[in-house]
């Protein structure tokens, strides 16, 4: 059972817009002469060199280890036994270059 609206153009449909947009309308029987074919515009994807960049970052990133056990454990003696000093010098200059280079790479990432 089928319930009909009054008023309403069953051939297209509103979408309370200024465009009214057509029905599809059922196919024709395979083998009949008023078959036609449509084929659908490629589509395509563009990436950008920078994209390229990144993802082989990723993957290079992503097979290291997260912690270098080692290191962890060579530093945790070390303070344990008192011979770990940090140099707030190289500390900060490691810091500005870090910076240098975020700031180059956002730079070449704008061109």
Known sequence: M???IKGSDP???DTGTSRTIERLRP???AGSATTAVVTAPADSVSITDTARRLAALQD???SMPEIDAGRVAALSQAIEQGQYSA???K???RLLQ???DLAAAGQ???S
């Open 2 to 4: 089928t319930n009909r």
């Open 27 to 29: 196919a024709a029987p």
């Open 60 to 62: 290079a990133v992503s």
């Open 98 to 100: 870090l910076e240098r």
């Open 87 to 89: 140099d707030p010098r």
């Open 11 to 13: 051939s297209a449909v």
């Open 108 to 110: 070449r990432g704008r």
């Open 91 to 93: 500390i900060a200059d």
